[in-house]
Every structure is written in structure tokens, then in C-alpha cells.
């Protein structure tokens, strides 16, 4: 067999199928399947597309690119009976790199959320040089006092514990208690700082985007895979 493409054991481990040593199991049951034939050794090099384990397919050989709507009540964290990482494929868990959120949405906060297994990708889309828009729909507990859109935009608040102000936001008033706001930038639980330190509170938040990407018709706990357009940042 051509030496080509990535080892058996190498690529079964990575895709989250097993532990290396355990893909030896596998291949001497006759589990693995190369262009049909059975594979008999672990250093074997392969095409991803030419195998097939337990006559099916490799899950998704190649790197994740997931659009999620975060439902409440759900975090980021891989370790916690409350992940994320419930709602999709238990393989997913176990592939390396990590299949992993871009950036962070907290327990009470719902809404757009990406997730990959592409490095590079990810730090793509949360690198502070990019300043990639993010934009939420807050409910206040108090209304608003007038000032906030000026304050906001000047780039001028300074939150608690930091040195540096926020960069400039846009917000738009929906009603006394509710807006659309758009940051640039991706501080921890940095729309709840930002009205507490304008003397209010927020009560609910939902992220309708993050940079060209909204939730369309997903319903909380759903998600779908990127287009190779999408992910590519060509449409």
C-alpha cells in the first residue's frame, strides 16, 4: 500500500475512536478497512476518505466548523454536567485538538457560539487585531438614563479591576429597558460589567451575532455545520 496521508493509529486517536494502542484491537478484528482491504498494521499510512471502520465512514476526518445556538442554563467549560458538549456527537469530545467554543458565552447568557477543532481558525476569530463585531440584545432592570450611547461610544468607560477603557461600542434603544448593542472586542462578561458600571443590570442577554454569523431558524440547543463558503469567509 502507497505510503501516503496519516497513520492508522495516529488518525483513529485523533478523530476520537480510540486510544492508539487500542487501534491495534481494531485492526486485528478486521474493523479497518482501506480501500476495501483489510489493514493489518498501525504505521500504516492512509487516506482519510479511503477508510472505513465497522464498514462505515470516518466521522468527519477532517476539521470541525459548528454554528451553535446557546441555549440557557449551558456552559463552555468541557469538564461540567452543564457543557455544551452534551448537544453534539460524544465522539466530538475525545478528538485532537480539542473541539472547543470560539471565545465564551456565560450560564445565562444564550445565542451564537462557534466551535472548531482548527487552531488556527479559532484564534482567526478571536484575536483582539480582528475586532470581530459581536452584537446582543440586553434587558435592563432599570431604564435608561440618556447618557449611555454617548458613553459607550467614546471608548471611555473603564470597568472594574481593569486599566484599559472598553473599546467604543454602537447601541441602539429598543425601549426604556432594552437594546442592541455591538462590541468590538471580547472581555470576560463584558456587556454585564459594562451597564454595572453605569449603575444598572442586566437581566437577560442574547447574542444574535458574531461577525457575519446568526442563528437563522436554530432553535436553542441546535446546531449545524459551516459551509466550506462560510468558514472560508467567502460569501
Known sequence: MAQHGERVDHLLSRLGYCSRSEVRDLLREGRVLADGLPLRKASVK??????????????????????YHKPLGKVCAHDDPRAIYQDFPPRW???????????????????VLLLTDDG???HRWTSP???????????????????????L??????????NSPCKAAEMTPL???????????????????????????????????????????????????????????EG
Open 175 to 233: 425601549s426604556p429597558v432594552e437594546l442592541q448593542l455591538t462590541l468590538y472586542e471580547g472581555r470576560y462578561h463584558e456587556v454585564r460589567r459594562m451597564f454595572a458600571a453605569l449603575d444598572n443590570l442586566v437581566l437577560s442577554l442574547h447574542r444574535e451575532a458574531f461577525g457575519p454569523f446568526t442563528l437563522g431558524d436554530l432553535a436553542p440547543g441546535q446546531w449545524r455545520e459551516l459551509t466550506e463558503i462560510e468558514w472560508r469567509g
Open 93 to 111: 469530545r475525545y478528538r485532537r485538538p480539542s473541539f472547543s467554543s470560539v471565545g465564551r458565552l456565560d450560564r445565562e447568557t444564550s445565542g
Open 129 to 151: 487585531r480582528y475586532a470581530i463585531p459581536r452584537r446582543y440584545r440586553v434587558l435592563l432592570q432599570n431604564p435608561l438614563r440618556g447618557d449611555e450611547v454617548a458613553i
Open 153 to 162: 461610544a467614546s471608548g471611555s468607560l473603564l470597568l472594574e479591576g481593569e
Open 120 to 122: 488556527d481558525w479559532l
Open 46 to 67: 492512509v487516506d482519510p476518505a479511503s477508510l472505513r471502520v465497522d464498514d462505515e465512514a470516518l466521522d468527519h476526518p477532517y476539521p470541525l466548523y459548528v454554528l
